[in-house]
Protein backbone atom coordinates (compact mmCIF):
# COMPACT_ATOMS: atom_id res chain seq x y z
CA UNK A 1 0.00 0.00 0.00
CA UNK A 2 1.30 3.29 -1.07
CA UNK A 3 3.04 5.66 2.04
CA UNK A 4 0.22 8.87 1.28
CA UNK A 5 -3.07 6.25 1.78
CA UNK A 6 -1.59 3.91 4.48
CA UNK A 7 -1.19 5.78 7.52
CA UNK A 8 -4.87 7.18 8.07
CA UNK A 9 -6.25 3.52 7.17
CA UNK A 10 -3.92 1.49 9.33
CA UNK A 11 -2.11 3.52 11.96
CA UNK A 12 -5.18 4.96 13.91
CA UNK A 13 -3.72 2.98 16.89
CA UNK A 14 -3.24 4.30 20.53
CA UNK A 15 -4.33 4.33 24.36
CA UNK A 16 -4.80 6.72 27.27
CA UNK A 17 -6.30 4.37 30.19
CA UNK A 18 -3.80 2.70 32.40
CA UNK A 19 -5.28 -1.10 32.60
CA UNK A 20 -3.02 -4.21 32.19
CA UNK A 21 -5.45 -6.31 30.22
CA UNK A 22 -6.96 -5.89 27.04
CA UNK A 23 -10.44 -5.89 27.19
CA UNK A 24 -13.28 -6.69 24.93
CA UNK A 25 -16.96 -6.68 25.31
CA UNK A 26 -17.97 -8.94 22.11
CA UNK A 27 -18.92 -5.89 20.53
CA UNK A 28 -15.51 -4.13 21.03
CA UNK A 29 -12.16 -4.67 22.13
CA UNK A 30 -9.96 -2.06 23.69
CA UNK A 31 -6.13 -2.01 23.93
CA UNK A 32 -6.38 -0.71 27.63
CA UNK A 33 -9.29 -0.05 29.79
CA UNK A 34 -13.33 -0.86 28.95
CA UNK A 35 -14.46 0.26 25.56
CA UNK A 36 -16.38 3.98 25.94
CA UNK A 37 -19.83 2.63 23.39
CA UNK A 38 -21.98 -0.28 25.39
CA UNK A 39 -23.28 -3.18 23.11
CA UNK A 40 -26.46 -0.85 22.63
CA UNK A 41 -24.85 2.55 21.59
CA UNK A 42 -27.17 4.29 18.66
CA UNK A 43 -24.10 6.30 17.17
CA UNK A 44 -20.60 7.79 18.16
CA UNK A 45 -20.98 11.16 19.63
CA UNK A 46 -18.57 13.00 16.42
CA UNK A 47 -21.33 11.93 14.26
CA UNK A 48 -24.80 13.91 14.01
CA UNK A 49 -27.30 10.63 13.17
CA UNK A 50 -29.84 13.23 11.80
CA UNK A 51 -27.32 14.93 9.15
CA UNK A 52 -29.04 15.03 5.84
CA UNK A 53 -28.23 12.28 3.50
CA UNK A 54 -27.73 13.65 -0.24
CA UNK A 55 -25.24 16.43 -2.67
CA UNK A 56 -22.01 15.82 -3.37
CA UNK A 57 -18.19 16.09 -1.76
CA UNK A 58 -15.79 17.48 -4.44
CA UNK A 59 -12.03 17.43 -3.90
CA UNK A 60 -8.63 17.61 -4.90
CA UNK A 61 -5.50 15.46 -5.11
CA UNK A 62 -2.35 16.22 -6.63
CA UNK A 63 -1.01 14.06 -9.04
CA UNK A 64 -2.46 11.30 -10.91
CA UNK A 65 -3.40 7.91 -10.96
CA UNK A 66 -3.38 4.38 -12.97
CA UNK A 67 -4.70 1.86 -10.64
CA UNK A 68 -7.54 0.98 -7.90
CA UNK A 69 -5.36 -1.11 -6.20
CA UNK A 70 -3.84 0.65 -3.20
CA UNK A 71 -2.69 -3.03 -1.71
CA UNK A 72 -0.24 -4.08 -3.76
CA UNK A 73 3.33 -2.38 -4.58
CA UNK A 74 2.32 -0.70 -7.90
CA UNK A 75 1.10 1.67 -10.12
CA UNK A 76 -0.35 4.66 -8.05
CA UNK A 77 -3.60 3.91 -6.85
CA UNK A 78 -6.69 6.41 -6.83
CA UNK A 79 -7.36 8.10 -3.59
CA UNK A 80 -10.89 6.86 -2.47
CA UNK A 81 -10.61 3.28 -2.76
CA UNK A 82 -10.84 2.77 0.75
CA UNK A 83 -14.54 3.41 0.52
CA UNK A 84 -15.27 0.29 -1.33
CA UNK A 85 -14.32 -1.74 1.32
CA UNK A 86 -15.77 -2.90 5.35
CA UNK A 87 -13.36 -4.19 7.73
CA UNK A 88 -13.97 -6.69 10.50
CA UNK A 89 -13.72 -3.85 12.81
CA UNK A 90 -13.33 -0.10 12.84
CA UNK A 91 -11.97 2.14 15.10
CA UNK A 92 -13.39 4.94 16.83
CA UNK A 93 -12.31 8.29 16.48
CA UNK A 94 -12.81 9.78 20.10
CA UNK A 95 -11.08 6.35 22.06
CA UNK A 96 -7.17 6.15 21.85
CA UNK A 97 -7.70 2.49 20.74
CA UNK A 98 -11.13 0.54 20.36
CA UNK A 99 -12.28 -1.54 17.79
CA UNK A 100 -15.61 -1.91 17.17
CA UNK A 101 -17.32 -4.77 15.19
CA UNK A 102 -18.34 -4.14 11.79
CA UNK A 103 -18.44 -7.24 9.21
CA UNK A 104 -17.68 -8.91 12.69
CA UNK A 105 -20.93 -8.74 15.22
CA UNK A 106 -19.18 -10.79 17.49
CA UNK A 107 -15.22 -10.48 19.19
CA UNK A 108 -14.12 -13.50 20.77
CA UNK A 109 -10.55 -13.38 22.29
CA UNK A 110 -8.90 -16.38 24.22
CA UNK A 111 -8.25 -16.29 27.39
CA UNK A 112 -4.51 -16.01 26.99
CA UNK A 113 -4.52 -13.99 24.11
CA UNK A 114 -3.38 -16.89 21.57
CA UNK A 115 -6.22 -16.22 18.96
CA UNK A 116 -9.21 -13.92 18.20
CA UNK A 117 -12.11 -15.22 16.60
CA UNK A 118 -14.72 -13.26 14.74
CA UNK A 119 -18.47 -13.92 13.76
CA UNK A 120 -19.44 -12.46 10.74
CA UNK A 121 -22.78 -10.78 10.29
CA UNK A 122 -25.25 -12.63 8.84
CA UNK A 123 -26.12 -9.97 6.81
CA UNK A 124 -22.97 -8.53 5.47
CA UNK A 125 -23.14 -9.06 1.33
CA UNK A 126 -20.90 -7.74 -1.48
CA UNK A 127 -22.02 -5.17 -3.80
CA UNK A 128 -23.84 -7.90 -5.92
CA UNK A 129 -25.59 -9.20 -3.16
CA UNK A 130 -22.79 -12.27 -2.61
CA UNK A 131 -22.75 -12.15 1.14
CA UNK A 132 -19.71 -11.79 3.07
CA UNK A 133 -17.59 -15.39 4.35
CA UNK A 134 -15.36 -16.22 6.96
CA UNK A 135 -13.36 -17.81 3.47
CA UNK A 136 -13.54 -14.76 2.00
CA UNK A 137 -11.68 -13.43 5.06
CA UNK A 138 -9.29 -16.17 4.72
CA UNK A 139 -8.70 -15.30 1.07
CA UNK A 140 -7.94 -11.64 1.73
CA UNK A 141 -5.21 -12.82 4.58
CA UNK A 142 -3.42 -14.66 2.33
CA UNK A 143 -4.14 -12.89 -0.69
CA UNK A 144 -2.33 -9.70 1.22
CA UNK A 145 0.36 -12.11 2.27
CA UNK A 146 1.27 -13.15 -0.54
CA UNK A 147 0.63 -10.94 -3.55
CA UNK A 148 0.35 -7.46 -1.43
CA UNK A 149 2.88 -5.05 -0.54
CA UNK A 150 5.09 -5.35 1.86
CA UNK A 151 3.56 -3.63 4.35
CA UNK A 152 0.88 -6.88 5.56
CA UNK A 153 3.80 -9.24 5.67
CA UNK A 154 5.06 -6.84 8.40
CA UNK A 155 2.23 -5.58 10.21
CA UNK A 156 0.80 -9.21 10.62
CA UNK A 157 4.08 -10.75 10.83
CA UNK A 158 2.84 -12.55 14.75
CA UNK A 159 -0.23 -14.10 12.45
CA UNK A 160 0.28 -17.61 12.34
CA UNK A 161 -2.80 -18.93 10.77
CA UNK A 162 -6.02 -18.02 9.73
CA UNK A 163 -8.90 -20.82 9.41
CA UNK A 164 -12.49 -20.59 8.21
CA UNK A 165 -14.22 -22.82 11.18
CA UNK A 166 -17.49 -22.03 9.79
CA UNK A 167 -19.08 -20.06 7.09
CA UNK A 168 -19.10 -17.15 9.56
CA UNK A 169 -16.74 -17.72 12.22
CA UNK A 170 -13.04 -17.08 11.28
CA UNK A 171 -10.07 -17.49 13.63
CA UNK A 172 -6.54 -15.54 13.49
CA UNK A 173 -4.02 -17.68 15.72
CA UNK A 174 -1.10 -15.77 16.54
CA UNK A 175 2.51 -16.96 17.26
CA UNK A 176 3.50 -17.35 20.68
CA UNK A 177 5.01 -14.43 22.29
CA UNK A 178 3.42 -10.93 23.66
CA UNK A 179 1.65 -8.74 20.59
CA UNK A 180 -0.63 -7.43 22.06
CA UNK A 181 -2.44 -5.36 19.67
CA UNK A 182 -2.75 -8.07 17.40
CA UNK A 183 -6.11 -8.80 18.16
CA UNK A 184 -7.19 -5.52 17.46
CA UNK A 185 -4.91 -4.64 14.10
CA UNK A 186 -6.20 -8.08 12.31
CA UNK A 187 -10.08 -6.64 12.63
CA UNK A 188 -8.53 -3.72 10.56
CA UNK A 189 -8.49 -6.00 7.79
CA UNK A 190 -10.62 -5.18 4.33
CA UNK A 191 -12.23 -8.61 3.10
CA UNK A 192 -12.56 -8.80 -0.40
CA UNK A 193 -14.74 -10.84 -2.32
CA UNK A 194 -12.97 -14.16 -3.58
CA UNK A 195 -14.99 -14.91 -6.38
CA UNK A 196 -14.31 -11.78 -7.55
CA UNK A 197 -10.48 -12.24 -7.60
CA UNK A 198 -10.07 -16.06 -7.99
CA UNK A 199 -9.92 -15.66 -11.53
CA UNK A 200 -7.92 -12.36 -11.78
CA UNK A 201 -4.14 -11.09 -11.73
CA UNK A 202 -4.13 -9.18 -8.19
CA UNK A 203 -0.89 -7.58 -8.46
CA UNK A 204 -1.76 -6.11 -11.86
CA UNK A 205 -5.42 -5.55 -11.37
CA UNK A 206 -4.69 -1.55 -12.72
CA UNK A 207 -7.71 -0.56 -13.66
CA UNK A 208 -9.93 -2.56 -13.02
CA UNK A 209 -12.86 -1.75 -11.24
CA UNK A 210 -12.96 -3.95 -7.78
CA UNK A 211 -15.83 -4.51 -5.48
CA UNK A 212 -16.40 -4.66 -2.22
CA UNK A 213 -18.97 -4.76 0.33
CA UNK A 214 -18.11 -0.76 1.57
CA UNK A 215 -20.45 2.04 1.44
CA UNK A 216 -19.43 3.26 -2.05
CA UNK A 217 -18.76 1.98 -5.35
CA UNK A 218 -16.77 3.42 -8.48
CA UNK A 219 -19.12 5.51 -10.80
CA UNK A 220 -16.83 7.15 -13.49
CA UNK A 221 -13.42 7.86 -13.62
CA UNK A 222 -10.93 9.37 -16.13
CA UNK A 223 -8.04 7.41 -15.75
CA UNK A 224 -5.09 9.91 -13.72
CA UNK A 225 -7.64 12.89 -13.98
CA UNK A 226 -10.61 12.18 -11.59
CA UNK A 227 -13.05 9.45 -10.05
CA UNK A 228 -16.42 9.46 -9.20
CA UNK A 229 -17.94 7.54 -6.17
CA UNK A 230 -21.50 6.81 -5.47
CA UNK A 231 -23.26 6.04 -2.47
CA UNK A 232 -24.71 2.45 -2.44
CA UNK A 233 -27.77 3.08 -1.69
CA UNK A 234 -28.17 -0.91 -0.96
CA UNK A 235 -25.30 -0.37 1.29
CA UNK A 236 -25.93 -3.56 4.16
CA UNK A 237 -24.72 -1.56 7.28
CA UNK A 238 -26.25 2.23 6.65
CA UNK A 239 -27.54 1.41 9.43
CA UNK A 240 -25.28 0.08 12.02
CA UNK A 241 -24.51 1.96 14.64
CA UNK A 242 -21.02 2.27 13.70
CA UNK A 243 -21.99 3.58 10.37
CA UNK A 244 -25.00 6.39 11.98
CA UNK A 245 -24.48 10.02 10.87
CA UNK A 246 -21.27 8.99 8.34
CA UNK A 247 -21.32 8.79 4.63
CA UNK A 248 -24.07 11.07 3.80
CA UNK A 249 -23.36 12.69 0.79
CA UNK A 250 -24.39 10.89 -2.84
CA UNK A 251 -21.24 11.24 -4.49
CA UNK A 252 -17.42 12.04 -4.04
CA UNK A 253 -15.44 13.41 -6.72
CA UNK A 254 -11.48 13.83 -6.64
CA UNK A 255 -10.16 15.94 -9.06
CA UNK A 256 -6.45 15.76 -9.93
CA UNK A 257 -4.23 18.54 -10.34
CA UNK A 258 -0.22 18.67 -11.35
CA UNK A 259 0.07 21.75 -9.05
CA UNK A 260 -1.40 22.55 -5.68
CA UNK A 261 -0.94 26.48 -7.17
CA UNK A 262 -3.20 25.63 -9.54
CA UNK A 263 -5.24 23.55 -7.77
CA UNK A 264 -6.01 26.30 -4.85
CA UNK A 265 -7.37 28.56 -7.61
CA UNK A 266 -9.58 26.05 -8.65
CA UNK A 267 -10.50 25.37 -5.20
CA UNK A 268 -11.53 29.49 -4.62
CA UNK A 269 -13.13 29.39 -8.31
CA UNK A 270 -15.56 26.81 -6.86
CA UNK A 271 -14.44 23.73 -8.95
CA UNK A 272 -14.37 21.83 -5.89
CA UNK A 273 -15.28 22.04 -2.39
CA UNK A 274 -12.99 21.38 0.08
CA UNK A 275 -8.78 21.03 1.03
CA UNK A 276 -6.94 20.28 4.05
CA UNK A 277 -4.41 22.80 3.76
CA UNK A 278 -0.46 21.50 4.17
CA UNK A 279 0.99 25.24 3.39
CA UNK A 280 1.40 27.54 6.04
CA UNK A 281 2.12 30.87 3.82
CA UNK A 282 -1.12 29.61 1.97
CA UNK A 283 -3.50 29.25 4.83
CA UNK A 284 -2.26 32.80 6.09
CA UNK A 285 -3.32 34.85 3.08
CA UNK A 286 -3.59 32.14 -0.16
CA UNK A 287 -7.60 32.48 -0.13
CA UNK A 288 -8.12 35.98 0.06
CA UNK A 289 -10.77 37.32 -2.29
CA UNK A 290 -14.17 37.96 -3.10
CA UNK A 291 -15.99 34.31 -1.93
CA UNK A 292 -13.90 34.17 1.41
CA UNK A 293 -15.05 38.36 2.46
CA UNK A 294 -18.49 37.06 1.51
CA UNK A 295 -18.32 34.61 4.01
CA UNK A 296 -18.89 31.63 0.84
CA UNK A 297 -15.55 30.02 1.97
CA UNK A 298 -14.75 29.03 5.64
CA UNK A 299 -11.42 28.50 6.94
CA UNK A 300 -11.72 26.29 10.26
CA UNK A 301 -8.43 25.06 12.29
CA UNK A 302 -9.41 22.05 14.17
CA UNK A 303 -7.40 20.63 17.12
CA UNK A 304 -6.45 17.21 18.00
CA UNK A 305 -5.34 14.90 20.14
CA UNK A 306 -2.90 12.87 17.66
CA UNK A 307 1.00 12.57 18.18
CA UNK A 308 2.27 14.97 15.30
CA UNK A 309 4.70 12.28 14.48
CA UNK A 310 8.18 13.23 12.62
CA UNK A 311 8.19 14.91 9.66
CA UNK A 312 11.97 15.52 8.48
CA UNK A 313 14.66 15.64 6.12
CA UNK A 314 15.72 12.12 5.76
CA UNK A 315 19.05 10.40 4.69
CA UNK A 316 19.19 7.51 2.75
CA UNK A 317 22.03 4.95 4.36
CA UNK A 318 21.93 3.33 1.41
CA UNK A 319 24.01 5.51 0.16
CA UNK A 320 27.49 5.04 1.80
CA UNK A 321 28.03 8.92 1.95
CA UNK A 322 25.28 9.39 4.67
CA UNK A 323 26.65 6.20 7.01
CA UNK A 324 28.99 8.96 8.44
CA UNK A 325 26.95 9.97 11.32
CA UNK A 326 29.40 12.99 11.94
CA UNK A 327 28.05 14.35 8.97
CA UNK A 328 24.43 13.67 9.34
CA UNK A 329 25.04 15.78 12.44
CA UNK A 330 26.69 18.84 10.91
CA UNK A 331 24.30 19.16 8.64
CA UNK A 332 21.19 19.57 10.64
CA UNK A 333 23.26 22.96 11.87
CA UNK A 334 22.73 24.19 8.45
CA UNK A 335 18.89 23.90 8.80
CA UNK A 336 17.79 27.40 10.11
CA UNK A 337 14.22 26.21 11.19
CA UNK A 338 13.48 29.77 13.41
CA UNK A 339 14.14 31.68 9.62
CA UNK A 340 12.22 29.61 7.52
CA UNK A 341 8.84 29.66 10.58
CA UNK A 342 9.37 33.36 10.66
CA UNK A 343 9.58 34.39 6.94
CA UNK A 344 7.87 31.40 5.10
CA UNK A 345 5.15 29.80 8.05
CA UNK A 346 4.06 33.15 9.06
CA UNK A 347 5.15 31.84 12.74
CA UNK A 348 2.50 29.02 12.27
CA UNK A 349 4.78 26.01 13.51
CA UNK A 350 6.83 24.08 16.34
CA UNK A 351 10.73 22.93 16.00
CA UNK A 352 9.75 18.75 16.32
CA UNK A 353 12.55 17.11 18.24
CA UNK A 354 10.75 13.46 19.14
CA UNK A 355 9.61 11.03 16.94
CA UNK A 356 6.72 10.42 19.13
CA UNK A 357 5.89 14.39 19.15
CA UNK A 358 2.89 15.66 21.09
CA UNK A 359 2.22 12.48 23.24
CA UNK A 360 3.37 11.33 26.51
CA UNK A 361 5.07 8.70 24.37
CA UNK A 362 7.80 11.25 23.76
CA UNK A 363 11.63 11.27 25.12
CA UNK A 364 12.79 13.89 27.61
CA UNK A 365 14.86 14.96 30.07
CA UNK A 366 17.52 11.37 30.97
CA UNK A 367 16.10 8.09 30.49
CA UNK A 368 13.69 6.58 33.41
CA UNK A 369 14.76 3.72 35.58
CA UNK A 370 12.69 1.85 32.95
CA UNK A 371 13.82 3.08 29.74
CA UNK A 372 17.60 2.39 31.22
CA UNK A 373 16.41 -1.27 31.81
CA UNK A 374 15.82 -1.46 28.16
CA UNK A 375 18.91 0.89 27.09
CA UNK A 376 21.82 -0.36 29.41
CA UNK A 377 21.79 -3.86 27.95
CA UNK A 378 22.78 -1.81 24.56
CA UNK A 379 25.07 0.69 25.71
CA UNK A 380 27.78 -0.90 23.33
CA UNK A 381 25.35 -0.45 20.41
CA UNK A 382 24.15 3.28 21.28
CA UNK A 383 25.51 6.43 20.93
CA UNK A 384 26.60 7.91 24.45
CA UNK A 385 24.18 10.86 24.18
CA UNK A 386 21.56 8.66 25.13
CA UNK A 387 22.31 8.09 28.42
CA UNK A 388 23.66 11.57 29.24
CA UNK A 389 22.13 14.43 26.97
CA UNK A 390 18.34 15.31 25.88
CA UNK A 391 18.28 15.76 22.28
CA UNK A 392 17.06 18.85 20.69
CA UNK A 393 17.73 19.58 17.47
CA UNK A 394 20.38 22.75 16.38
CA UNK A 395 18.64 26.16 17.77
CA UNK A 396 19.28 29.56 15.49
CA UNK A 397 19.02 33.09 15.74
CA UNK A 398 16.44 33.27 12.88
CA UNK A 399 18.80 35.38 10.58
CA UNK A 400 18.97 33.05 7.54
CA UNK A 401 22.73 32.12 7.79
CA UNK A 402 22.95 30.85 11.40
CA UNK A 403 27.09 31.22 11.90
CA UNK A 404 27.71 29.88 14.98
CA UNK A 405 25.60 26.76 13.90
CA UNK A 406 28.05 26.45 10.84
CA UNK A 407 31.14 26.95 13.23
CA UNK A 408 30.40 24.28 15.23
CA UNK A 409 29.65 21.78 11.88
CA UNK A 410 32.87 23.23 10.26
CA UNK A 411 34.87 21.82 13.61
CA UNK A 412 32.73 18.79 13.80
CA UNK A 413 33.69 17.85 10.26
CA UNK A 414 37.66 18.82 10.36
CA UNK A 415 37.55 17.26 13.40
CA UNK A 416 36.27 13.99 11.35
CA UNK A 417 38.83 14.44 9.01
CA UNK A 418 36.40 16.06 6.55
CA UNK A 419 38.95 18.68 4.21
CA UNK A 420 37.56 21.59 2.68
CA UNK A 421 39.37 22.26 -1.15
CA UNK A 422 38.19 25.21 -3.40
CA UNK A 423 35.00 25.68 -1.50
CA UNK A 424 33.91 21.93 -1.53
CA UNK A 425 33.95 19.52 1.06
CA UNK A 426 35.58 16.34 1.14
CA UNK A 427 35.21 13.14 3.11
CA UNK A 428 38.18 11.16 4.73
CA UNK A 429 38.91 9.03 1.78
CA UNK A 430 38.75 12.15 -0.67
CA UNK A 431 35.22 11.83 -1.98
CA UNK A 432 33.73 14.99 -2.78
CA UNK A 433 30.21 15.71 -0.40
CA UNK A 434 27.45 16.03 -2.75
CA UNK A 435 24.04 14.86 -3.50
CA UNK A 436 20.41 15.65 -3.93
CA UNK A 437 17.97 16.07 -2.26
CA UNK A 438 14.16 15.10 -4.40
CA UNK A 439 10.92 16.48 -4.03
CA UNK A 440 7.34 16.05 -5.48
CA UNK A 441 6.14 19.58 -4.64
CA UNK A 442 7.13 23.25 -5.63
CA UNK A 443 6.10 24.30 -1.96
CA UNK A 444 9.08 22.56 -0.86
CA UNK A 445 11.52 24.28 -2.85
CA UNK A 446 11.65 27.41 -0.91
CA UNK A 447 12.35 25.23 2.02
CA UNK A 448 15.01 23.42 0.39
CA UNK A 449 16.68 26.42 -1.04
CA UNK A 450 18.27 28.18 1.75
CA UNK A 451 18.90 24.76 3.05
CA UNK A 452 21.02 24.18 0.57
CA UNK A 453 22.62 27.60 0.32
CA UNK A 454 24.10 27.05 4.29
CA UNK A 455 24.66 23.93 3.32
CA UNK A 456 27.12 24.97 0.49
CA UNK A 457 29.34 27.19 3.16
CA UNK A 458 30.26 24.29 4.37
CA UNK A 459 31.56 22.96 1.36
CA UNK A 460 28.37 20.58 0.90
CA UNK A 461 26.49 20.47 -2.44
CA UNK A 462 23.21 19.76 -2.16
CA UNK A 463 20.75 19.86 -4.98
CA UNK A 464 16.97 20.16 -5.44
CA UNK A 465 15.43 18.16 -7.74
CA UNK A 466 11.60 18.21 -7.93
CA UNK A 467 9.94 15.35 -10.49
CA UNK A 468 6.12 14.44 -10.71
CA UNK A 469 4.17 12.12 -8.38
CA UNK A 470 4.48 9.24 -10.16
CA UNK A 471 8.36 9.49 -10.72
CA UNK A 472 8.36 10.17 -7.11
CA UNK A 473 6.52 7.56 -5.58
CA UNK A 474 8.42 5.02 -8.07
CA UNK A 475 11.60 5.91 -6.99
CA UNK A 476 10.94 6.26 -2.88
CA UNK A 477 9.36 2.36 -3.89
CA UNK A 478 13.30 0.83 -4.89
CA UNK A 479 14.53 3.56 -2.60
CA UNK A 480 16.23 5.49 -5.44
CA UNK A 481 17.43 8.68 -3.56
CA UNK A 482 20.29 10.68 -1.69
CA UNK A 483 17.77 12.48 0.66
CA UNK A 484 13.93 13.34 0.41
CA UNK A 485 11.24 15.07 2.58
CA UNK A 486 9.06 12.37 4.80
CA UNK A 487 6.45 12.10 7.22
CA UNK A 488 6.62 8.83 10.11
CA UNK A 489 3.18 9.45 11.43
CA UNK A 490 2.46 7.62 14.47
CA UNK A 491 -0.52 6.84 16.71
CA UNK A 492 -1.26 6.61 20.73
CA UNK A 493 -0.37 2.77 20.36
CA UNK A 494 2.77 2.25 18.54
CA UNK A 495 3.09 -1.31 17.69
CA UNK A 496 3.48 -3.64 14.90
CA UNK A 497 4.44 -0.61 12.31
CA UNK A 498 7.42 0.14 14.14
CA UNK A 499 8.53 -2.86 12.48
CA UNK A 500 8.34 -1.61 9.41
CA UNK A 501 9.51 1.97 10.07
CA UNK A 502 12.87 1.12 11.46
CA UNK A 503 13.73 -2.68 11.58
CA UNK A 504 16.47 -4.20 9.72
CA UNK A 505 14.12 -6.94 7.75
CA UNK A 506 12.05 -3.90 6.13
CA UNK A 507 15.40 -1.82 4.93
CA UNK A 508 15.65 -4.14 1.89
CA UNK A 509 12.33 -4.59 0.79
CA UNK A 510 10.77 -2.75 -1.93
CA UNK A 511 7.72 -0.41 -1.33
CA UNK A 512 8.74 -0.96 2.82
CA UNK A 513 8.35 2.26 4.90
CA UNK A 514 11.93 1.66 6.59
CA UNK A 515 12.87 4.33 4.32
CA UNK A 516 16.06 5.89 5.91
CA UNK A 517 17.88 1.80 5.77
CA UNK A 518 18.46 1.64 9.48
CA UNK A 519 20.33 -1.74 9.59
CA UNK A 520 20.96 -1.39 13.60
CA UNK A 521 20.79 -4.42 15.67
CA UNK A 522 19.74 -1.97 18.91
CA UNK A 523 16.84 -0.78 17.03
CA UNK A 524 15.51 -3.73 16.00
CA UNK A 525 15.95 -4.72 19.48
CA UNK A 526 14.00 -1.65 20.96
CA UNK A 527 11.46 -1.90 18.29
CA UNK A 528 10.19 -5.63 19.11
CA UNK A 529 9.99 -4.55 23.23
CA UNK A 530 7.51 -1.71 21.67
CA UNK A 531 5.48 -4.38 20.01
CA UNK A 532 5.66 -6.52 23.61
CA UNK A 533 4.83 -4.06 25.67
CA UNK A 534 2.60 -5.45 28.22
CA UNK A 535 0.81 -2.39 29.64
CA UNK A 536 0.63 1.62 29.51
CA UNK A 537 3.45 2.06 31.13
CA UNK A 538 6.12 -0.62 29.68
CA UNK A 539 4.41 0.92 26.40
CA UNK A 540 5.48 4.52 27.07
CA UNK A 541 9.32 3.81 28.88
CA UNK A 542 9.87 1.74 25.55
CA UNK A 543 8.75 4.28 23.21
CA UNK A 544 10.88 6.74 24.89
CA UNK A 545 13.80 4.48 24.52
CA UNK A 546 13.24 3.78 20.64
CA UNK A 547 12.82 7.40 20.32
CA UNK A 548 16.28 8.12 21.80
CA UNK A 549 17.90 6.15 20.14
CA UNK A 550 16.33 7.20 16.90
CA UNK A 551 17.26 10.51 17.53
CA UNK A 552 20.59 10.08 18.89
CA UNK A 553 22.12 8.27 15.60
CA UNK A 554 21.10 11.42 13.53
CA UNK A 555 18.76 9.35 10.74
CA UNK A 556 16.70 12.47 10.02
CA UNK A 557 16.82 16.34 10.24
CA UNK A 558 13.74 17.46 12.33
CA UNK A 559 11.00 19.53 10.37
CA UNK A 560 8.55 21.35 12.35
CA UNK A 561 4.58 20.27 13.35
CA UNK A 562 1.52 21.30 14.24
CA UNK A 563 -1.80 20.03 16.38
CA UNK A 564 -4.25 21.33 14.24
CA UNK A 565 -6.31 20.57 11.09
CA UNK A 566 -6.60 23.28 8.57
CA UNK A 567 -9.77 22.98 6.90
CA UNK A 568 -10.50 25.36 3.72
CA UNK A 569 -14.61 24.46 2.86
CA UNK A 570 -17.37 26.27 1.00
CA UNK A 571 -19.77 27.07 3.16
CA UNK A 572 -22.43 24.48 2.18
CA UNK A 573 -20.15 22.11 3.47
CA UNK A 574 -21.14 21.38 6.92
CA UNK A 575 -20.32 19.17 10.07
CA UNK A 576 -21.17 17.91 13.38
CA UNK A 577 -20.76 20.23 16.51
CA UNK A 578 -18.59 18.04 18.16
CA UNK A 579 -14.68 16.88 16.27
CA UNK A 580 -13.41 13.82 17.01
CA UNK A 581 -10.33 14.24 19.48
CA UNK A 582 -8.27 11.53 17.46
CA UNK A 583 -8.82 12.03 13.75
CA UNK A 584 -10.58 14.24 10.96
CA UNK A 585 -13.44 12.26 10.49
CA UNK A 586 -14.58 14.07 6.87
CA UNK A 587 -17.05 10.59 6.68
CA UNK A 588 -19.41 12.30 9.05
CA UNK A 589 -19.64 16.27 7.16
CA UNK A 590 -22.21 16.72 4.82
CA UNK A 591 -23.41 18.89 2.15
CA UNK A 592 -26.53 21.94 2.02
CA UNK A 593 -25.83 22.68 -1.72
Given amino acids: MKLKQLFSRCLALGTLLLSPTLAHADHAVAMYGEPKYSADFSHFEYANPKAPKGGKLRMHVVGTFDSFNPFVARGSAAVGTGYLY ?3 TVASKDEPFTQYGLLAEDIDIAEDRSSVTYTLRKEAQ ?9 E ?3 FTFNLLINEGSPFYAFYYEDVDKVEALSQHKVKFTFKPGDNRELALIVGQLPVFP ?21 PYQIKSFDAGKRVTYERRKDYWAKDLAVNKGHYNVDEIRYTYFLDDTVALEAFKGGRYDLRVENVASQWANGYEGPALRAGKIKLDSITHSLPTGMQAFAFNLRRELFQDKVLRHAMAYAFDFEWANKHLFHGQYKRTRSFFENSELASEGLPSKAELALLTPLKDQLPEEVFTQSYAPPHTDGSGRPRENLLTAQKMLREAGYELKNKQLYTPDGQPVRFEILLDSPAWERIVLPFAKNLQVLGIQAKARRIDSSQYEERLRHFDFDMVVQVFPQSNSPGNEQRDFWHSSAADKPDARNIIGIKNPAIDTLVNAVIR ?3 RDSLIASTRALDRALQWNHYVIPNWHLNQFRIAHWAHIKYPAKHADYGLALDTWWSEE
Fill in 86 to 88: DTL
Fill in 126 to 134: FADGKPVTA
Fill in 136 to 138: DVV
Fill in 194 to 214: QHFWKDKDFARSGLTQPMGSG
Fill in 533 to 535: AKD
